[in-house]
């Protein structure tokens, strides 16, 4: 991994411009390679192995939105990968009217108070907990903080074994281990799902040129989905009906199919979340930005959407074109394959400046659009608002001691990040 030692208080855009191209090539060097060849390439562009790559956000939306042309179950599409670990009844599930009914059933756990609450209730005493650690003086491992938070959060979310209620108690069927909140062994265990999740998700890092899997590949992704998924069973017959894996069983879905919706949560949950909470704290740190946000607390929206926007966790979105079709002018064929370079639509309306006023172009294109547009996003802007409010509490800017970019990941992240107030 690489790691870097921080000795004075940076504060240009070039210094997290290099930040940030490291994390991408140290993560996955692949990933860097097509976004740095994109970035000569018109809006849409058909590159030889790959398909049909877009990197204009208009276009990108259009092709999120347009689900009568292009599907996730096909070739190119995340949920192809899914249905070779999962089985065909998932890949219906991705086109059907059950996912449908499963996004309005479980609406009401997303809106903006019920984030609030999740959060606060999932994660709200190891925040406490940090902030106390910073006024002390101590130093904190921002990066290790949030594999720890996202995993607490997505267990309760789901209805999984664990920690529900930050006091120790439970609802609804809900389960507890009798555990602190803040109990080393127990944050043990949500990183170690947290890491299955970066080994499952490292075994699409092959697919760009194509999502088909080879065998011994499924057979290794399926030993890490069950252990990824080892309370599902029982927390399905038990979930609360405030829960995921509640709703799901309400609703009639198999248990098949809801480990694989529990896998594809829990990556969606864990992964995404930790590096865009992360690299925001990171981004307004090498900005010297943070100064701006503790003069104008008011600025704290913007600054959670810009670190979103910049930072755009899922950089890539695959679609399989299901009929032909005409986008930006370019003729695409059913069974050609289109790479959505979001990160690129993103970041082209400028750097990280949290006095930027809202894009409409962009919108919340780190979320996707149409009826894949993740659930979360309330519950990710949430956890990062929370993350900053609580190393700003002080009133004073926090120092980025040492940090190191993972190494060999699909959602580009940091493995540690150190920091400490003042």
């Known amino acids: 991994?690489?790691?870097?030692?921080?000795?004075?208080?940076?504060?240009?855009?070039?210094?997290?411009?290099?930040?940030?191209?490291?994390?991408?090539?140290?993560?996955?060097?692949?990933?860097?390679?097509?976004?740095?060849?994109?970035?000569?390439?018109?809006?849409?562009?058909?590159?030889?192995?790959?398909?049909?790559?877009?990197?204009?956000?208009?276009?990108?939306?259009?092709?999120?939105?347009?689900?009568?042309?292009?599907?996730?179950?096909?070739?190119?599409?995340?949920?192809?990968?899914?249905?070779?670990?999962?089985?065909?009844?998932?890949?219906?599930?991705?086109?059907?009217?059950?996912?449908?009914?499963?996004?309005?059933?479980?609406?009401?756990?997303?809106?903006?108070?019920?984030?609030?609450?999740?959060?606060?209730?999932?994660?709200?005493?190891?925040?406490?907990?940090?902030?106390?650690?910073?006024?002390?003086?101590?130093?904190?491992?921002?990066?290790?903080?949030?594999?720890?938070?996202?995993?607490?959060?997505?267990a309760d979310l789901l209805g999984l074994p664990g920690e529900r209620h930050a006091n120790g108690s439970h609802t609804n069927g809900s389960h507890t281990n009798g555990s602190h909140p803040n109990d080393g062994s127990t944050d043990d265990s949500y990183r170690r799902v947290f890491a299955a999740g970066e080994r499952l998700a490292g075994l699409a890092m092959g697919t760009t040129a194509s999502t088909h899997l080879p065998p011994d590949v499924i057979d290794e992704a399926r030993t890490v989905v069950d252990e990824i998924t080892v309370g599902v069973d029982e927390a399905y017959r038990t979930a609360g009906p405030d829960t995921i894996l509640g709703r799901c069983r309400e609703m009639g879905l198999g248990l098949p199919l809801t480990r694989g919706l529990t896998t594809l949560l829990a990556i969606a949950g864990t992964e995404t979340g930790a590096s865009g909470t992360s690299r925001t704290v990171a981004l307004l740190h090498d900005t010297g930005q943070q100064e701006l946000l503790l003069a104008d607390p008011a600025l704290m929206a913007n600054a959670v959407r810009e670190g979103l926007r910049v930072a755009t966790p899922a950089p890539v979105i695959g679609r399989h074109v299901n009929r032909d079709v005409t986008v930006g002018g370019r003729d695409l064929r059913e069974g050609d394959r289109i790479l959505l370079l979001t990160y690129l639509a993103d970041n082209g309306a400028g750097p990280f400046d949290i006095r930027r006023d809202y894009v409409p172009e962009t919108r919340q294109l780190w979320f996707g659009a149409g009826r894949h547009l993740c659930l979360g996003a309330a519950v990710a802007r949430t956890q990062v608002t929370r993350m900053l409010e609580t190393l700003l509490h002080e009133g004073r800017p926090y120092r980025i001691v040492s940090r190191q970019a993972a190494r060999r990941v699909l959602v580009p992240t940091y493995a540690s990040l150190e920091i400490t107030i003042g």
Do not use: C
């Open 1 to 154: 991994m690489t790691s870097t030692k921080i000795n004075k208080r940076p504060g240009t855009g070039k210094a997290a411009d290099r930040y940030e191209a490291r994390l991408l090539w140290t993560g996955n060097r692949g990933l860097y390679a097509l976004l740095q060849a994109a970035r000569q390439t018109g809006p849409i562009a058909r590159v030889p192995r790959l398909g049909w790559v877009v990197t204009d956000p208009v276009l990108a939306r259009r092709v999120l939105n347009d689900h009568a042309h292009f599907g996730m179950a096909g070739e190119g599409g995340v949920g192809h990968l899914w249905t070779q670990l999962f089985g065909p009844e998932m890949a219906q599930f991705f086109g059907g009217a059950r996912h449908a009914e499963l996004r309005t059933r479980a609406r009401d756990l997303f809106t903006e108070d019920s984030a609030r609450t999740l959060v606060e209730r999932s994660q709200g005493a190891h925040y406490r907990a940090m902030g106390a650690r910073l006024a002390a003086g101590e130093t904190v491992d921002v990066a290790d903080a949030t594999r720890v938070l996202a995993g607490r959060l997505v």
